[in-house]
């Protein structure tokens, strides 16, 4: 049955696209599938309920925020149940930021929720709710990224790219100092275990007993004293 679907669609997209009387409105439908090439109407209508029609349901409330939540869910489940657009990608990006709108829509009605209670100490007045509404923010961007990147490099090009980013961080967590010292407090940088007047030209080399001896006097201080 979904053969006879797909070759369907198929034939529905053929004519469509040889259809010379309805070229100069391609731009409207030429991204959704055939089946669904009033989806454009819907989205319309999304837009304005969400931006303006949401405007005029009690205006500074809880309600209007519950309400416009109502709005981006149904949209949510129209999106994920049709699937309308012609590239499967599309309809991932689609419905993840469909989701992104519904938990903005969720992280304001807890905001408000949270001022008006005054819970000031809340795990929604934390820093970790501010993180996670920036991957929030993010995850549409982040996974429209990722759909460009496996279009033009491969999938087996990002495995591998992912695989050397991990043993690339393994090896960086295995060369750190497990005690939280650096390499200056254990004892200076691997081979330069000399001191520094040890190593000047010209300079005799010093015991280290003399150098850590306070009351030692060295042969310079000697004949200035003698003066």
Avoid at 104 to 131: C, I, L
Avoid at 172 to 199: I, M, R, V, Y
């Amino acid at each position: 049955r979904r053969h006879e679907t797909a070759m369907r669609e198929l034939t529905k997209f053929e004519k469509r696209e040889n259809d010379m009387s309805i070229a100069a409105l391609e731009f409207l439908f030429e991204e959704y599938e055939p089946r669904c090439f009033l989806f454009p109407v819907f989205e319309l209508a999304r837009r304005l309920f969400l931006s303006s029609v949401v405007a005029v349901f009690y205006p500074g409330s809880s309600q209007q925020v519950v309400i416009a939540m109502f709005g981006a869910m149904l949209s949510y489940a129209v999106y994920a149940y049709f699937e309308p657009y012609m590239e499967d990608n599309d309809d991932r990006v689609s419905a993840v930021a469909q989701a992104q709108v519904v938990l903005t829509y969720f992280a304001a009605v807890v905001v408000y929720v949270s001022d008006e209670t005054q819970q000031k100490q809340s795990v929604f007045s934390s820093a970790t709710f501010g993180v996670f509404l920036v991957l929030v923010f993010l995850s549409s961007f982040m996974v429209a990224a990722y759909v460009i990147l496996l279009d033009v490099f491969g999938h087996e090009c990002l495995r591998r790219a992912w695989t050397w980013c991990l043993g690339a961080l393994r090896r960086c967590l295995k060369a750190a100092p497990k005690d939280g010292t650096t390499q200056h407090q254990q004892g200076g940088f691997p081979g330069n275990h000399q001191s520094n007047e040890a190593t000047r030209p010209g300079l005799p080399r010093m015991e280290t007993s003399i150098l850590n001896d306070p009351d030692a006097v060295f042969p310079e201080s000697a004949e200035c004293d003698s003066e």
